[in-house]
């Protein structure tokens, strides 16, 4: 029996406002809120520190963090290193707002307004302001917690937006120094993981769950082991217009280490980054599957120097697609179609900026079908002169103007398919920003509507709704690879890709 539009359209809205049980009541934190109560309920009334919105009973769904330094709390722990901010449930943190005591204390910005999850409890990290860019480490890090971050929970939907995350130090004993992810469906967004140091990861472990990194800066973590900037195993992985600059690993994968992973990178830069074995940005271990689209790889090097194995080094039973891509010594081993080993051209990189010059090579030669999102690293418009640029940064020409990025803010994006593939049934997740209207549609690789899901309000937060694996007329689909697409009202569509198993 078909089922009509309109029904599902209505099913779509009755699964999302029932999305979560009770609801969603933010909760404020600013250590300037002049009180005199300090209930959380606004700005001027908000808790002091973000450990206190944690470990609120029942739990906080949405939390919005004014500017200022937040370390977690060491309480009454023997080791104070252990503290750190644990994420055990649903929860969407905001950080950048100015908060109590401004003209408009719900103005957003993350580089206005700094929110910094710290790790450093003793506040004596000494970082030379002279200093060069590159390999550049602060002292006294035997004080610092262990990692800064720890969530988990294989039905924990975390989404961070607008921080900070530096100063954790595992060492050799804890992985994922900045993050630590064990299972739960983590999203990190507009936000900085640096100077963070770990065994495997040093600014994030992931275990299990899925992990996304959107408009992200990545930069100068350490792995005393494997994956400087990020280290996966058994993770759904998906990246876009990120930077990882100036990641170091003592053994392999200076950016990235994956392992049974499926790990999708979509116009992410990756420079300077290094690792003294294999893979000074990527290095595939037993990698489900490593997608790359849209990116640049660059001057990253290892144990042998530079060249392409220094940019990807995969296991030769490892799946690798490369789309569209500036490659450093790229000799088209991986195939692929649009890929480039000439030299992009980054605007400043002895200064750390890597957007393109003028006559940059990977200007307008990326492939617009594997555009992941509506605006680049800086806040920008992703598409300039219809055609998308190469990397992370997106090419404005003479009407570039500052990074604006309340514009990442205001749309729904979906968030990545997990598990993927999916058997007979499986659910797609999206974040809502704000309340508003958006629709879901399944299309296949030909462009021919499967099915649709229906259109209806969201709610603000974390959404999901369920694709059972059937058509327009009920039927059930072949095993294949199909489109999620999402449409917010008034603006243009966002993709997932879903591989369906019979």
Request: charge should be negative.
């Amino acid at each position: 029996m078909s089922i009509s539009r309109r029904s599902l359209s209505l099913a779509l809205i009755s699964f999302i406002i029932s999305a979560c049980s009770t609801a969603a009541q933010t909760i404020y934190v600013d250590p300037n809120a002049t009180g005199p109560t300090h209930d959380g309920l606004s700005w001027c009334s908000a808790l002091i520190e973000l450990h206190q919105a944690l470990a609120l009973d029942p739990p906080a769904t949405e939390i919005h963090i004014a500017d200022g330094t937040y370390l977690p709390d060491p309480g009454a722990l023997a080791d104070p290193r252990l503290a750190t901010f644990r994420l055990e449930s649903t929860v969407i943190i905001k950080g950048g707002y100015a908060g109590c005591g401004a003209v408009d204390p719900d103005a957003w910005d993350p580089l206005l307004y700094p929110t910094v999850l710290s790790g450093d409890l003793a506040g004596d990290d000494y970082l030379d302001s002279g200093a060069p860019l590159r390999h550049t480490w602060p002292d006294n890090l035997l004080d610092n917690v262990y990692r800064v971050i720890y969530a988990s929970g294989p039905e924990t939907y975390i989404y961070i937006t607008g921080v900070t995350i530096c100063g954790g130090n595992g060492g050799s004993i804890y992985s994922g120094g900045g993050i630590y992810n064990n299972g739960a469906q983590l999203t990190l967004s507009t936000s900085v993981l640096e100077r963070n140091i770990g065994l495997q990861g040093g600014g994030a472990s992931s275990e299990a769950g899925w992990l996304s990194f959107i408009q992200c800066y990545i930069q100068h973590n350490r792995a005393i082991a494997w994956g400087g900037g990020l280290s996966t195993w058994s993770t759904e992985v998906s990246i876009a217009n990120c930077l990882f600059f100036d990641n170091q690993a003592l053994s392999d994968g200076g950016a990235i280490y994956s392992d049974l992973s499926n790990v999708y990178l979509y116009n992410t830069t990756f420079a300077d980054n290094s690792s003294a074995g294999r893979g000074g940005a990527l290095y595939n271990y037993v990698g489900v599957g490593l997608n790359l689209q849209n990116s640049i790889l660059w001057q990253n090097t290892d144990m042998n120097g530079g060249g392409e194995s220094a940019q990807i080094y995969n296991n030769p039973s490892n799946y690798v697609e490369i789309n569209h891509c500036s490659v450093e010594g790229w000799t088209g081993t991986y195939g692929g179609t649009g890929n480039i080993g000439d030299d992009p051209l980054f605007a400043n990189p002895q200064a750390a900026n890597f957007s393109l010059s003028a006559n940059s090579p990977c200007r307008d030669t990326g492939d617009n079908g594997a555009v992941y999102a509506q605006f680049d690293l800086a806040g920008q418009p992703r598409v300039v002169n219809n055609v998308v640029d190469m990397g992370a940064y997106e090419y404005q020409g003479s009407s570039s103007v500052g990074p604006d990025y309340n514009h990442s803010e205001l749309r729904a994006q979906l968030l990545p398919i997990s598990p993927n593939p999916i058997r007979h049934s499986g659910h797609i997740r999206f974040i809502a920003p704000m309340r508003e209207s958006i629709s879901i549609r399944i299309f296949d690789l030909c462009g021919r509507l499967v099915r649709d899901l229906g259109s209806g309000p969201a709610r603000r937060g974390i959404n999901s709704i369920e694709w059972n694996g059937r058509d327009e007329k009920g039927h059930q689909v072949p095993t294949g690879i199909y489109l999620v697409n999402l449409t917010p009202e008034g603006s243009s569509a966002d993709y997932e890709r879903i591989i369906y198993l019979r």
